[in-house]
């Protein structure tokens, strides 16, 4: 399916949201080519990536300036033996990052409003809403809304569809109870992951058939005319050239966080979600 050298779309995504994720936080990005990136990090990254606590607690207590750490991330897999840290799906490190995202405030807590004068129980739900970009011969966003069941793990897509008519309030309302997770975000996040990754992929083939197509064809095409040239320039040139080509047409999906949440829903309502076909 896809060519010697040529990163799966999954990995692809990857490098382009740890891009996003470090330069919207003021990183330094240091190196960025496909598949690896090489970052200079903020004290306040370091500080919550790093796990070195006992040495900004030194420098502070010395009144010294600390020195963030530079970090390279490998996502393309032909490059693994390069000096770095490996990232991919279901890789604690990425994981860590998706949390920082969810610490960040896009992240609520909310129960299914009810009248009841009796005391009832409360699911927890963990929703997170997502677009998927496809990049390549063609543009296209599709929002993603998914819901996993904290307590048998049972998972539901178009969740906000499900429940958009019903009313929430931030407050536990009066005489209800919460049903504590069984499982936790984390690994409801990682389930989410596979799930998607999965479904992406799927969804894909002919996206991605399509779109290699045209992007081979553009770049035989551009070779062909370069042959016939030999001025000094021309390296450079057709360098750039077959660069503006894979950024506009290399098949990539993108997947942008919108928000996600830990939402309590009735008993009734959880049972309606879990038998829905």
Same mark, same amino acid.
């Given at each position: ?8 779309? @999954?990995? &692809? !995504?990857? *490098? ?14 240091? /190196?960025?080519? +496909? ?10 990254? %370091?500080?919550?990536?790093? @796990? ?23 996502? %393309? !897999?032909?490059?693994?033996? #390069? ?11 990425? !994981? ?7 610490? $960040?405030?896009? =992240? &609520?807590?909310?129960?299914? !409003?009810?009248?009841?004068?009796? +005391?009832?129980? /409360? *699911? ?17 966003? $599709? ?5 996993? =069941?904290?307590? @048998? ?7 906000? %569809? ?14 209800? =109870? ?6 936790? *975000? ?19 083939? &002919?996206?991605?058939? #399509?779109?290699? $197509? ?9 070779? *062909? ?7 000094? %320039? ?40 879990? @038998?829905?076909?």
């Amino acid at each position: 399916m896809w060519k010697k050298g040529i990163l799966p779309m @999954n990995q &692809a !995504e990857i *490098h382009e949201f740890l891009v996003h994720f470090f330069y919207k936080r003021q990183a330094t990005i240091e /190196l960025n080519e +496909r598949g690896l990136l090489k970052v200079k990090l903020t004290e306040e990254l %370091d500080q919550k990536l790093m @796990n070195r606590p006992f040495y900004w607690q030194y420098v502070k207590k010395l009144g010294k300036q600390g020195e963030p750490m530079s970090v390279t991330f490998i996502s %393309d !897999e032909s490059k693994k033996e #390069e000096k770095g840290e490996w990232i991919h799906y279901g890789s604690p490190r990425l !994981e860590q990052l998706f949390q920082m995202i969810f610490e $960040e405030g896009r =992240y &609520a807590e909310l129960y299914e !409003e009810t009248n009841q004068d009796e +005391r009832q129980a /409360l *699911h927890p739900w963990f929703i997170c809403n997502l677009k998927v970009r496809y990049q390549g011969s063609y543009t296209q966003d $599709e929002l993603v809304s998914i819901g996993v =069941y904290l307590i @048998n793990g049972t998972m539901r897509f178009k969740m906000m %569809d499900e429940i958009l008519q019903e009313s929430f309030v931030n407050v536990i309302p009066d005489y209800c =109870y919460k049903i504590p997770p069984i499982i936790s *975000h984390n690994r409801a996040i990682q389930m989410i992951n596979q799930e998607i990754s999965l479904r992406i992929n799927q969804k894909s083939s &002919a996206f991605e058939q #399509e779109s290699m $197509e045209l992007y081979q064809k553009e770049l035989n095409m551009t070779d *062909h005319l370069f042959k016939t040239r030999e001025d000094e %320039d021309t390296e450079v040139l057709q360098k750039n050239i077959e660069e503006q080509i894979y950024n506009r047409l290399y098949p990539k999906v993108q997947l942008k966080l919108i928000n996600c949440g830990l939402f309590y829903l009735t008993e009734n309502r959880s049972k309606h979600m879990m @038998n829905i076909s």
